[in-house]
């Protein structure tokens, strides 16, 4: 018994695992662009750049850190996430509000 499971997890082990997935892009308006990152790349990461007078600069990218807030500086800011395609500016609020609204109005059905 124990000698398919211990092949099971061997086989596991050398399964190769799936890289991080990030929208990477450099442009003046939000972009969509899906990657797969390198190896051991951690985190997506987005920056917005603005300097006085200009438009804003969008730079998405994988990263390997993230930055904090010492490292920003007073034109930009920057935001990291963990999870494949995470980068994107949709917001998730939405999609939980409308399943909120979704299961109070079956339970008002009823």
């Known amino acids: 018994m124990r000698t398919p499971m211990l092949c099971?997890?061997?086989l596991l082990l050398m399964w190769p695992a799936q890289a991080l997935q990030?929208?990477?892009c450099f442009a003046t308006e939000d972009c969509f662009q899906p990657v797969s990152c390198p190896a051991n790349t951690r985190y997506c990461?987005?920056?917005?750049?603005?300097?006085?007078?200009?438009k804003t600069i969008i730079i998405k990218s994988c990263a390997y850190t993230c930055p904090g807030f010492q490292e920003s500086?007073?034109?930009s800011r920057a935001s990291c996430c963990?999870?494949?395609?995470?980068?994107?500016t949709v917001s998730h609020s939405i999609s939980w509000g409308l399943l909120a609204l979704s299961i109070w109005a079956v339970y008002l059905s009823r």
Request: proline fraction near 8%.
């Open 8 to 10: 099971l997890q061997l």
């Open 22 to 24: 990030c929208h990477e």
């Open 45 to 54: 990461l987005t920056t917005w750049n603005s300097p006085p007078g200009e």
């Open 73 to 75: 500086l007073a034109a």
């Open 82 to 88: 963990n999870t494949d395609l995470c980068n994107s």
